[in-house]
Structures are given as C-alpha cells and as structure tokens.
C-alpha cells in the first residue's frame, strides 16, 4: 500500500484512521463514478451514448484497478496517473453529453473526486491538491469546450475549492484528535506499564528469596550448626543450590504436568528421609509458572517435614477440582501454631504461600500442636487470566492477556477523542457551507422564493441549532436527548419549509441552498448513534423533498437523472461520512485499542525481560563474592565442613542471607527486625546472646541498614557462647555494636566485612577492638550524613 511507507511511526489510533479514510476514499469515489456515470449516459441524446460511454467506461476501469491497489500495493506514480485520468474522462464527457444533465454530473462527479483525494492521499497533501488543480482545471475546460463563446462559471469551481479545503481541515481535525488520543493513551500505558514491571521484579524478588531460602540459606545454615553428623549429602545438595541460584528465574514457558513433577520430590537422605506416601490423579496439565511454585512449595514443606514434624513419613496427594489443581501434603507429627510463626521464618511465609500468590494460586497451613500438619495448594484456571493480588504477575515472561477491562476502557478513550474529532469536522463543514455556498444562494434568489422570508427562516433556524449544539461540542459536553431531539426535528422542518417554499423545477437546483446543508447539521447531531439512525433522517429529508417535486408536477426522465445526480452528490455523499463515522466509532476505535494494548503488552513483556536478566545478574554477582565460593568449594569437595573456619564462614554468610530476607518485612523498626534475623541464626549456632536498645528509634535508608548490621553479623557469626548486640539512638546518629565473648580466630572478620562494601563506605564508620577471645566491634552513622543538619 502507498500510505504504507507514512503511516508506520504514528500510534495506532492514528495508522488506523489514515487507513480506513483511504478504503474509504477509494470506495466513496468508484462508488459515485459508477452511479453519477450511469445517469449521465442516461440523461444524454441518443446518439451521443456511445461517445459517452467511450469516456465513462475506462473512468469505471480506473476506479477498478484503484480498488484493486487496496489489497495489492502499485506504485505511487501509477495511482496518481489514474486518478488524474478519472479527471480528466470525466471532464471530456461534458461537451459529450452536453446539457444541464452533463454539467450537475462533472461538477457531482469531480467534486466528490477531488474531497476523496484529501483522504486517499492524506500523508501526501501535495499529491492530493495537486489532483484537486487537475479537477478544477478539467471543469473550467469542460465548461468551455460545451459552451463555446462564452465565459466559464467559475462558481461551481470556487464551491469545488471550498469542499477540498473542508475536506482537508476536517481530516487535520480528526487526525490531530487521534493523535491525542495516542499521546493520552501511551502515557496511560507507560504508567501502567511501570507499574506492571514493578509489581514483576517485586514478584521475582521474592522468589528469589524464597529460592535462596530453600536453597544456600539452609544449606549453610546446617553447615554452620556442627559436624557431628553424616554430610554424604552435602556435595550434591551444594551443586544443586548452585543450579538453583545460577538460573534465570521467572523464563519457564507453557504447561508442565504437575503429577510428574511431584513424583520428583526429593525425600531426603539419612536420618532427614522422609518417606513420601503419594495418592496423585494424574496427569495434572497447569501452566509452569503454578506448577513450579507448587512443586517448589512441595519441596519446602517435605523438608520442613524432616526438620521440625519429628515423624518419618507424611502423605502427598493431588487431584483435580472443577477447573483447578489442589494438592496436599499432611503428616501426624508434632504441629504447630502458624499464628505463633515469627515474621521473620521464611519457610511458609515465602516458600510457600508467597509462591502461591505469586502466580495467582493460594496455599494453606493447617496445624495444631500435637495433633499433626496439613499443607495445601490451589490453583484454579481463572486466577490465570486475572492479576494475582497485590499486583504481583505470573513469573512466566510470556503472561496471559491482559484483562478485557483495560481493552475497554482504551476502547472507550479512543472512541470518545475520535467522535470529538469527527463532530468538530462536520460542525466545521456544516457552519462554513451555510455560511458560504448556501448564503450565497438564498441572497441570490430572494426573488424566487414562495415567500422569501420563510427561507429566510430556516437558515436562522438551521444556524442556530448549529450554534445550540457547538455550544455543548465546545464545552465538552454532550448534547441532551430532549435538546438533540428538538434540534433534529428543527432540521428536518427547514428541509420541509424550504422544500415547499420553492417554485416547480428547482429542486437540488441553484435555488435550493437547503437541500445539501440541512444533512450536515442533522449528521453533527447524530454523529453518536449508529447510521441508520442518520439515514432514517435523509430518508425523511429526500421523501419530504420528492413530494414537493411531484406536488408540482411529474419530472422528465433526464430531470429526475439531473436530481438523482445532486442527491447523490448531496445526501449520499453525507450519508457514506455517517457510515465512515460509525465505522470509525465501532471499527476503527476498538481496532485502535486493541492494537494499542497488545504493542504494550509486547513492550511491557521485553522490559521485564530485561529488567529480570539485569536483576538476576546484580543478585548472582552480589553472591558470587562469598556465598558461591562456599558452595563451589562445598559442591566439589575443596571445603569441609567439618573445618570450624567453614562452618563460621557458613553461619556468617547464613546471617546475611537473613537480614536479607528480613528487608522486605513491614515493622516499625526495621534495623532491630533485621538484627534479630541474625541474632536468631548466631543462636541456632549454640550462642546466646542479649540485644539492648538504647534511645527512640528512626528512619536509616537500606544501604545504610545493611552496613550497619554487616560488621555484627561477622562477630556474631564467630561468637561460640555469648555475645551482647547494643543499639543506640542519638538525635544526630546511630550506633550498632556487639561484644563477643570467645570469640574464634578472627583472621576472616575483617576481610568478610570487607567483602560486603559496607564497612568501607565512608557514610558508615566501623571501630573494632579485640582484647584476648573477646571481640568488640561497633558501626556508627551520622544522620546528618543524609539528611544535610547536624543534630546531634
């Protein structure tokens, strides 16, 4: 297609309008060269048809091949050279046919030719007003060649101009209103689109902390609590971590059958074994972003099982509910009270019903102390097509539509600005042809009028509803039905007055300025409801207008051909703008925003994409300083767990990891919550230890938390029996400190506080002072650092 090359860099509102005025054209045009042709010959003498039909026919072909070209592109140049030629056959028929007939059918035909070419052309305005010179030159020359000796009638040529200028501010008006509804539309997508990227990386933030927790975390964790037991399983379980760790998360794509991948659940080795008693209905097809997290869940809970159950056996079943997956897992161990679960433990909050909620699932614990644990998983398929709560998306890159909602309410923008546009269009063309080409007229033939002050009237009458309604246009509001109703049946009084008020034989001739304005005003009016509603009223304004015709007596065969041409010319012309007007409202529009919002699905697709990978290598290269090396050496046999520096290295790098997961929490004093993570994990290690808060706690950025907390968590990691954390509150400051009593041999603490880049920020500063196994060490921060005022 020719418009091809212009129309690719515009939004979608816009490449479809430009588009569907082409076809529109195109049709408008062929369609009344054919009809204007056919009367034409009718309305000539005998014995001039064939000479007629010699010119009017390869006009109709050229029209066909233009047809054709919607579908199968030709070149520029080669459509130019046929519209011309529709032109210039068109205008050589005139002295052909000769007549009134011939002249009311150039001045039909080339006029809806030149008003279609702004639209077939409409990025190239050059070509298209060249065509309109090509069309006012072949009616002045047509003009002369049927009447020769006398002067051309300029003013159906200068009426021909006035339609190629309305026709080209309508289309800048319409298109200036797509192209706002773009911009409008476009923003609305990129905050929706920030928003929906957000709300991805948090929901992958946290299955990567879910997966480090079920991972390294508790993998070190172990390590760092003894060695008096069998590590067999700790080589492969390290290399495993490393996998988990290393892969991209979130890029699984299609469905995974969930039977099998439960018949995968590791049940551990040794005294952790747990046997796994499995009633599953397979197969179980689910999406793999619901089926993973299940699995991993699994996976948490087996092991949670081992740990904390007391028992060696727990049953896993699965089977199919309406249109969903549920899967359990119960044992008859000791139980619990979830409602007694620190914030802090991760294993249910984040392993498993945080997966859960994740990918729109939901999952459940169910225990009491004494009396055994049920854990249960659902998934049905309608949370795959809605937004998980909270906003949080499936972790599969390639997500479901987006919910129809959205589709509707872009819909309904695009429509609203382009039926904005469209009714400014046409009160634009209506104003101007009354007051230029129809004012003429009535001010021209006041002497033939039957009485002159009722056409008089009317045109008040018709320019005020035309003000009544732009008044509301113009203020944004849209026009009563009890206004509108009044307002249509005003117009179609107009046409009836001035249909009667006419003497015989001037019907769509020069005297009647009424018969091809009045559809305008009534299309302003209408421009909302769908055509058939305008073409009842042109079907009321023709018939109120062919009774006064046969009122006053019956017409010749070439006179009703003359008045079928200016109807067409007139009323069909108007009513394919009613057509092209409701396709644009109801094809055009949802087109648009359907169009829209699948470029921004694409769009939001790629950018989490891309914000996942750069995540995910931020993460990894933020582990691959202390907590892989670990695992490499662990994996692979270079570090032994029965070292006592590994297994410190271990609890150090397990405290991190801690204080970590505890970021995310919602508390009122998130650097005393992210203390006691590590304070818990130094605990599981056989320490104890005593935490102090001096003074009313305040706000410290994350980084700064993180440097803070770094150092205490190193000494608290080589603590072997006690240790006291302090935390003081100054106005100016805050101080993080530990005295650690036999302490092991600290030759790591420093290069491990190092390792963090925390201790080395100059916003943070770290003493530290060791006297025999006693280790002091305290991180201070001045809050003036940040915020600009000493206040201490």
Same mark, same amino acid.
């Given at each position: 297609?020719?418009?091809?090359?212009?129309?690719?860099?515009?939004?979608?509102?816009?490449?479809?309008?430009?588009?569907?005025?082409e076809?529109?054209?195109?049709?408008?045009?062929?369609?009344?060269?054919?009809?204007?042709?056919?009367?034409?010959?009718?309305?000539?003498?005998?014995?001039?048809?064939?000479?007629a039909?010699?010119?009017?026919?390869?006009?109709?072909?050229?029209?066909?091949?233009?047809?054709?070209?919607?579908?199968?592109?030709?070149?520029s140049?080669?459509?130019w050279?046929?519209?011309?030629?529709?032109?210039v056959?068109?205008?050589?028929?005139?002295?052909v046919?000769?007549g009134?007939?011939?002249?009311?059918?150039?001045?039909?035909?080339?006029?809806?030719?030149?008003?279609a070419?702004?639209y077939?052309?409409?990025?190239?305005?050059?070509?298209?007003?060249?065509?309109?010179?090509?069309?006012?030159v072949v009616?002045?020359?047509?003009?002369?060649?049927?009447s020769?000796?006398?002067?051309?009638d300029?003013?159906?040529?200068?009426?021909?101009l006035?339609?190629v200028?309305?026709?080209r501010?309508?289309?800048?008006?319409?298109?200036?209103?797509?192209?706002?509804?773009?911009?409008?539309?476009?923003?609305?997508?990129?905050?929706?689109?920030?928003?929906?990227?957000?709300?991805?990386?948090?929901?992958?933030?946290?299955?990567?902390?879910?997966?480090?927790?079920?991972?390294?975390?508790?993998?070190?964790?172990?390590?760092?609590?003894?060695?008096?037991?069998?590590?067999?399983?700790?080589?492969?379980?390290a290399?495993?971590?490393?996998?988990?760790?290393?892969?991209?998360?979130?890029?699984?794509?299609?469905?995974?059958?969930?039977?099998?991948?439960?018949?995968c659940?590791?049940?551990?080795?040794?005294?952790?074994?747990?046997?796994?008693?499995?009633?599953?209905?397979?197969?179980?097809a689910?999406?793999?972003?619901?089926?993973?997290?299940?699995?991993?869940?699994?996976?948490?809970a087996?092991?949670?099982?081992?740990?904390?159950?007391g028992?060696?056996?727990?049953?896993?079943?699965?089977?199919?509910?309406?249109?969903?997956?549920?899967?359990?897992?119960?044992?008859?161990?000791?139980?619990?009270?979830?409602?007694a679960?620190?914030?802090r433990?991760?294993?249910?909050?984040?392993?498993i019903?945080?997966?859960?909620?994740?990918?729109?699932?939901?999952?459940?614990?169910?225990?009491?102390?004494g009396?055994?644990?049920?854990?249960?998983?659902?998934?049905?398929?309608?949370?795959?097509?809605?937004?998980?709560?909270?906003?949080?998306?499936?972790?599969?890159?390639?997500?479901?539509?987006?919910?129809?909602?959205?589709?509707?309410?872009?819909?309904?923008?695009?429509?609203?600005r382009?039926?904005?546009?469209?009714?400014?269009?046409?009160?634009l063309?209506?104003?101007?042809?009354? !007051?230029?080409? %129809?004012l003429?007229? *009535?001010?021209? =033939?006041?002497?033939?009028?039957?009485?002159?002050? @009722?056409?008089? $009237? #009317?045109?008040v009458?018709?320019?005020?509803v035309a003000?009544?309604?732009?008044?509301?246009?113009?203020?944004?509001?849209?026009?009563?039905?009890?206004?509108?109703?009044?307002?249509v049946g005003?117009?179609?009084?107009?046409?009836?007055?001035?249909?009667?008020?006419?003497?015989?034989?001037?019907s769509?001739?020069?005297p009647?300025?009424?018969?091809?304005?009045v559809?305008?005003?009534?299309?302003?009016?209408?421009?909302?409801?769908?055509?058939?509603?305008?073409?009842?009223?042109?079907?009321?304004?023709?018939?109120?207008?062919?009774?006064?015709?046969?009122?006053?007596?019956a017409?010749?065969a070439?006179?009703?051909?003359?008045?079928?041409?200016?109807?067409?010319?007139?009323?069909g !012309?108007?009513? %394919?703008?009613?057509? *092209?007007?409701? =396709?644009?409202?109801?094809?055009?529009?949802?087109a @648009?925003?359907? $169009? #829209?919002?699948?470029e921004?699905?694409l769009?939001t697709?790629?950018?989490i994409h891309?914000?996942?990978?750069?995540?995910?290598?931020?993460?990894?290269r933020?582990l691959?300083?202390?907590?892989?090396?670990?695992?490499?050496?662990l994996?692979h046999?270079?570090?032994?767990?029965h070292?006592?520096?590994?297994?410190?290295?271990?609890?150090?790098e397990?405290?991190?990891?801690?204080?970590?997961?505890?970021?995310?929490?919602?508390?009122?004093?998130?650097?005393?919550?992210?203390?006691?993570?590590?304070v818990?994990?130094?605990?599981?290690q056989?320490a104890?230890v005593?935490?102090?808060?001096?003074?009313?706690?305040g706000?410290?950025?994350?980084e700064?938390?993180?440097?803070?907390?770094?150092?205490?968590?190193?000494?608290?990691?080589?603590?072997?029996?006690?240790?006291?954390?302090t935390?003081?509150?100054?106005?100016? $400051?805050v101080?993080?400190?530990?005295?650690?009593?036999?302490?092991?041999?600290g030759?790591?603490?420093?290069?491990?506080?190092?390792?963090?880049?925390?201790?080395?920020?100059?916003?943070?500063?770290?003493?530290?002072?060791?006297?025999?196994?006693?280790?002091?060490?305290?991180?201070?921060?001045?809050?003036?650092?940040?915020?600009?005022?000493?206040?201490?």
């Amino acid at each position: 297609m020719r418009l091809g090359g212009h129309v690719g860099n515009g939004g979608s509102s816009e490449r479809l309008l430009i588009l569907a005025l082409e076809r529109y054209g195109v049709w408008l045009r062929s369609t009344v060269v054919c009809l204007c042709s056919a009367l034409g010959v009718v309305s000539a003498d005998a014995s001039e048809i064939p000479l007629a039909t010699s010119l009017l026919v390869p006009a109709v072909l050229a029209c066909g091949v233009r047809l054709y070209s919607l579908r199968h592109p030709l070149p520029s140049a080669l459509l130019w050279t046929l519209d011309a030629s529709v032109l210039v056959l068109t205008g050589l028929s005139q002295p052909v046919i000769g007549g009134e007939g011939a002249d009311v059918m150039v001045e039909a035909v080339v006029g809806i030719c030149v008003v279609a070419f702004q639209y077939e052309w409409a990025t190239r305005p050059v070509a298209g007003f060249g065509l309109a010179a090509v069309g006012v030159v072949v009616c002045v020359l047509g003009d002369v060649l049927s009447s020769p000796g006398q002067s051309p009638d300029l003013v159906p040529q200068l009426r021909m101009l006035i339609q190629v200028g309305l026709s080209r501010a309508a289309y800048l008006v319409v298109r200036a209103l797509a192209r706002a509804a773009d911009r409008s539309a476009a923003a609305r997508a990129a905050a929706r689109r920030e928003v929906e990227v957000a709300a991805a990386r948090r929901a992958t933030e946290r299955e990567y902390l879910a997966t480090l927790h079920d991972t390294a975390s508790a993998t070190l964790l172990m390590v760092s609590q003894g060695d008096g037991r069998d590590w067999s399983w700790l080589p492969p379980r390290a290399r495993q971590d490393l996998e988990a760790l290393s892969a991209v998360p979130g890029f699984e794509t299609g469905s995974v059958d969930l039977a099998a991948l439960l018949g995968c659940v590791p049940e551990g080795e040794g005294q952790a074994r747990v046997r796994l008693k499995t009633h599953i209905e397979g197969p179980l097809a689910i999406p793999s972003g619901p089926g993973l997290a299940i699995f991993n869940g699994v996976r948490e809970a087996v092991t949670n099982v081992a740990r904390h159950a007391g028992v060696p056996e727990a049953e896993l079943r699965a089977w199919t509910e309406g249109d969903g997956t549920v899967v359990e897992l119960s044992d008859a161990g000791r139980g619990f009270d979830p409602q007694a679960v620190p914030a802090r433990r991760r294993g249910i909050s984040g392993s498993i019903i945080g997966r859960m909620h994740a990918v729109g699932g939901s999952a459940s614990v169910t225990s009491y102390p004494g009396t055994g644990t049920r854990v249960q998983w659902r998934w049905h398929d309608r949370t795959w097509a809605s937004q998980p709560p909270d906003g949080a998306h499936v972790t599969d890159v390639p997500r479901p539509p987006r919910p129809q909602p959205q589709h509707t309410a872009a819909v309904r923008f695009i429509r609203g600005r382009l039926l904005y546009g469209t009714q400014l269009a046409v009160l634009l063309i209506s104003l101007v042809w009354q !007051f230029t080409v %129809s004012l003429r007229r *009535l001010v021209v =033939h006041q002497d033939v009028y039957r009485p002159a002050w @009722a056409q008089t $009237a #009317a045109f008040v009458c018709l320019a005020a509803v035309a003000v009544a309604g732009g008044a509301y246009l113009l203020r944004g509001r849209q026009i009563p039905p009890r206004v509108r109703g009044w307002s249509v049946g005003s117009v179609l009084a107009v046409s009836a007055v001035c249909a009667f008020t006419l003497p015989p034989g001037q019907s769509t001739g020069p005297p009647d300025w009424a018969f091809g304005v009045v559809g305008w005003h009534a299309l302003f009016l209408l421009a909302d409801l769908r055509v058939r509603a305008f073409a009842a009223f042109l079907g009321a304004h023709m018939g109120l207008n062919a009774t006064a015709v046969f009122l006053s007596g019956a017409p010749t065969a070439a006179e009703l051909a003359v008045m079928g041409i200016s109807t067409i010319s007139a009323c069909g !012309f108007q009513f %394919s703008v009613g057509a *092209l007007m409701t =396709h644009l409202l109801h094809g055009t529009a949802p087109a @648009a925003g359907v $169009a #829209a919002a699948q470029e921004e699905e694409l769009r939001t697709r790629e950018r989490i994409h891309e914000d996942r990978q750069r995540d995910h290598k931020e993460r990894y290269r933020a582990l691959t300083a202390t907590t892989v090396p670990l695992l490499v050496g662990l994996g692979h046999g270079a570090l032994s767990p029965h070292d006592e520096e590994v297994r410190l290295r271990c609890g150090v790098e397990a405290a991190r990891m801690r204080r970590l997961f505890a970021e995310g929490d919602a508390v009122s004093d998130p650097l005393l919550n992210e203390l006691r993570a590590c304070v818990e994990v130094a605990e599981h290690q056989g320490a104890t230890v005593s935490l102090a808060v001096r003074g009313r706690p305040g706000e410290v950025p994350v980084e700064i938390r993180r440097e803070l907390i770094d150092p205490v968590a190193v000494t608290l990691g080589h603590t072997r029996s006690t240790a006291r954390v302090t935390v003081v509150w100054t106005p100016g $400051a805050v101080r993080v400190s530990v005295v650690g009593v036999d302490c092991a041999d600290g030759r790591g603490t420093g290069e491990a506080a190092a390792s963090q880049g925390g201790a080395t920020d100059a916003k943070v500063s770290v003493a530290r002072t060791t006297r025999g196994g006693s280790v002091w060490v305290e991180a201070s921060w001045r809050r003036s650092a940040v915020r600009g005022v000493d206040l201490a």
